[in-house]
């Protein structure tokens, strides 16, 4: 399911509760006594956040757990709901922020979304007067870019999320193509945006006193921010995001996920599959090779039709050379990049692209194959791969041969004319080395340190490694079983499927036609998530 749609629709929505439909809304359970739980929506305009949210928060108080809503009513300055192309001039932003455009529909929904419910519902704007915003504002409009981005405020490092959410906002890593006073205007209204979240967060500790906070990302504006507060205060966090598979989502203890999988116990290493899961799995990967399968799946259709051409067609197509040997390389969108992931041997993605591009141009008895990723078409992205590329090579080596990411030919047939695959930190490492794929890492990639993959952690490193990659031999037995073994873990385990949970074309709905469908049993994944929420178990489900 497409989200994007959601957010392209919020200015023009109107806010309707799914609840609408559900029975024993009214229902009343007495006084609860249960573990303190706050779920911190912050943003109701997220397509995914408040109906999940009020799912697990409805399932949480009917466990007996004191549960409460957090949401922003229009206070921030700005938010990670922002995006640059969503304003129609930057003056706009500059000078109004999201408040006359984004903020009335992005409350009324998450309002509409969990005003029914029996838990209570606090506003942002019971913790943060008008007078405490406005001096945050002032105080920011003081700051430098270098200030905005390292700033620190008694122990919390709220300059990384303003960072991240400056990036995500103008959709581009490289902030210096874009005019200075507008950056940092930007920068400035998130700091603000910062400082309004870590003071309601704090606040809101000291008045409700959560015993655990919930909340959707673990990044940026405001959900890093309340992560930073909640630690600090010695608050259990919770994360979660949607998942790479229909109907699921992934929690995780302390931190965002993108960071607690690189180094999560190496459970999944203990047990083989059964013959069920792994035919379970290969149906998985090969249906994700057709587009099935994935609720955040956005890459061209026409992609997804080419999966079966013959590889000879392919090959000329691409004017590949039949005697030698060929490279894949997958790039990462951007600022999703270098956002989540330590460089290790490169500072950014660009970096480890121009080098090894050059390191093939010294190569010519190899072939390199980049395929730009497919999700470029981000609702948001301002900085493509490609346009780079031929800034830098006006023309490239007859050796390198590069896929936009908007061609019809399919990634995964591609990397299967490869001797091996170089990866910063895309995902699709745990799918290729499975299927025997050699995948050697860069970056921070989830398949990294599994003993799955061939990681660099230095240039040298690196470098030797491309040397190896033109000859590398296909993963032996017992690589590809625990790679097998791993992919399960991520896609079946850790990936937890909610059936109370309906995707429809243009956002996530409820699935469930009774408060009771909520209960203990009916719902095994939800059952996952709660006793992980309320007894801190990992967030895995058995599959």
Known sequence: MPLKRALRRLRGSTARSPWERVSGLDRDTGAMHGKRVLLATGVGGHPVAPVLDGLVGSALWLRGANVSFLLCDEVLPACEMCQLVDFSRPEDFVEQGPQKQLCPPCFSRGRAFLDPLQPPLHLYSAFAPAADVAAAQAGARELTLDECFGYEDDGLRLGEQVRAAVIRFFGKADLTSEPDDLVLAAARRYAAGALISALVFGRALDELAPEIVVAHHGVYVPQGVLGEVARRNGVRVVNWGTAYRDRTVIYSHADTY????????????????????????????????????????????????????????????????????????????????????????????????????????????????????????????????????????????????????????????????????????????????????????AADAWIRGKGLTLDASTREEYAALLKRSASLDRLDDDTVARARRYAFHYFFRRMIPLSSLEPGRDEVTLGIASLDDLLPGNDPGLDVICEGILNGTEFVFDA
């Open 258 to 441: 993108h960071r607690t999988f690189l180094d999560e116990p190496a459970t999944w290493d203990e047990q083989p599959l059964t013959e069920v899961q792994e035919a379970e799995l290969m149906e998985f990967l090969a249906a994700r090779r057709r587009g099935e399968g994935d609720w955040n799946w956005i890459t061209p259709e026409a992609a997804l039709r080419r999966e079966e051409q013959e590889r000879a067609a392919v090959v000329g197509e691409l004017g590949l050379d039949a005697d030698r040997p060929v490279v894949g390389l997958l790039t990462n969108v951007l600022w999703d990049a270098q956002l989540y992931y330590e460089g290790h041997a490169f500072a950014d993605m660009l970096e480890w692209l121009w080098f090894t591009i050059d390191f093939f141009a010294a190569h010519p008895d190899r072939q390199l194959l980049i395929r730009i990723h497919p999700h470029e078409v981000k609702h948001g992205n301002r900085q493509p791969v490609g346009p780079e590329l031929a800034r830098r090579y006006p023309v490239l080596p007859e050796n390198v041969h590069v896929v936009g990411h908007d061609s019809p030919l399919n990634t995964y047939a591609l990397m299967d004319l490869c001797r091996s695959v170089l990866i910063y930190g895309t995902k699709t490492g745990v799918e290729l080395a499975p299927l025997g794929q050699p995948v050697i890492v």
